[in-house]
């Protein structure tokens, strides 16, 4: 008989949720009847659709606000959605499998009535929660505490853990003191047939000589406040050759069109909005470095950044902070900034390529390389398959022995 998978995922939309959709893709390319559970976004309003053969069901979602009260308006509306959605699903499509891709820990509640009629919980493990709950509200107040005991109970109620990296694995085997048979490292790397370089277009340098990307989320702990500061402190070195394009969405981008404006550097940076597809690609190609400023913080120092990979796929050098999972993704392909003299440090490597295109190229291959040969999406595929497998035979003990 067909397995049925549905993936639940809160964070973002799919398919803009990159990690979420390959995945999806992934298990019905495998058999799978794949059904996929997420948040409505501005590009995505349709409650259902069915996109390339994976069902999409897509619940409100209240506009993000911050703060605790923001914080439990949006993770108590989501979970509200998350269990009167699934129940439909479940009853008009049905499911063997529930996916929870994290942040929140919470939808293991989703998942917990549906374990007695022998359906099995993955957990997808995309962020270390308490971790992030203390980059953006920096407090170990009643929130972390929950956060903390949300991801205990995650780890025990899950059939296997799927983590982006070895860094997660290690916390689900210590913190969540799961048996390392039942953790699966499934990183997020790019899909080479789809995502790949494509023809430079000399108008998206803006008329300047070189171009700086950016891909990514745009919340409190992405850095883009530090790439405007760095942007400032390149045009007040006397660069005015060097245009930033940032591409993506998230809480923080009204701000930070706000704080371009205010530091007069309109002419200098532009934001795009959220972009898939060719136009994503034609920025990249275009960029003669790309960049990865998050700010360093515990959590970023553990999590792994697809963008990395993804500029890595295109051939492209990188500046970013000396962060761990960063460091171990790129490698010899990127350049490193010190976590302490975050933006003299930061403008300068970036100016230092710029001036160096021999170093541009070479770096470019290296990275090239190491997702062609280790990181590509096809090498995590793999893990993920043979999680749901682990999944469908029987957890072992959830207790390290």
Not at 42 to 68: D, F, N, Q, S, W
Request: charged content about 25%; overall charge positive.
């Amino acid at each position: 008989m067909t397995r049925k998978a549905l993936i639940i995922v809160e964070n973002l939309s799919v398919p803009y949720d990159t990690r979420v959709w390959k995945e999806a893709q992934c298990l019905r390319d495998s058999g799978y009847a794949t059904t996929v559970l997420c948040p409505k976004g501005k590009k995505t309003e349709k409650g259902y659709e069915c996109l390339e053969g994976v069902h999409i069901y897509r619940h409100p979602m209240p506009r993000e606000m911050g703060g605790a009260v923001g914080y439990i308006l949006e993770y108590g509306s989501a979970l509200f959605w998350e269990v009167l959605f699934s129940w439909w699903i479940f009853l008009r499509r049905g499911f063997d499998a529930i996916q929870g891709c994290n942040p929140p820990d919470d939808i293991f509640l989703v998942a917990l009535p549906f374990k007695l009629f022998g359906v099995k919980y993955i957990f997808d493990q995309h962020d270390a929660s308490p971790e992030l709950y203390l980059s953006k509200y920096g407090r170990k107040g009643l929130l972390y505490r929950l956060q903390t005991w949300l991801e205990k109970a995650t780890y025990r109620c899950a059939d296997v853990v799927m983590s982006t990296n070895e860094s997660f694995k290690n916390l689900a085997i210590s913190r969540g003191q799961r048996d390392p048979r039942h953790v699966f490292v499934v990183r997020n790397g790019p899909e080479l047939r789809t995502f790949k370089a494509v023809s430079a277009i000399d108008e998206l340098k803006h008329g300047k000589s070189y171009l700086v990307g950016y891909v990514g989320n745009m919340g409190d702990q992405d850095g883009l406040d530090i790439l405007l500061s760095v942007a400032s402190r390149i045009k007040e070195a006397g660069r005015a050759d060097i245009h930033f394009t940032c591409v993506g969405g998230g809480p923080a981008l009204p701000e930070l069109r706000k704080m371009a404006r205010e530091q007069g550097l309109d002419e200098m940076v532009n934001f795009t909005g959220r972009l898939v597809g060719r136009p994503l690609l034609e920025i990249l190609s275009t960029a003669d470095v790309c960049v990865s400023p998050d700010t360093p913080c515990q959590v970023n120092d553990i999590s792994t950044m697809i963008k990395i990979m993804e500029y890595m796929a295109l051939g492209k050098p990188i500046v970013q902070f000396d962060l761990k999972e960063g460091r171990f993704s790129a490698g010899a392909a990127s350049l490193y900034a010190s976590n302490d003299n975050m933006v003299a440090d930061f403008a300068a490597k970036i100016v230092w390529l710029m001036d160096h295109p021999e170093e541009r190229k070479k770096m470019g291959e290296f990275g090239r390389r190491r997702v062609e040969e280790e990181l590509a999406w096809e090498y995590s595929a793999k893990n993920l398959l043979a999680a749901y497998e682990r999944a469908f035979r029987g957890r072992g003990g959830s207790k390290v022995r």
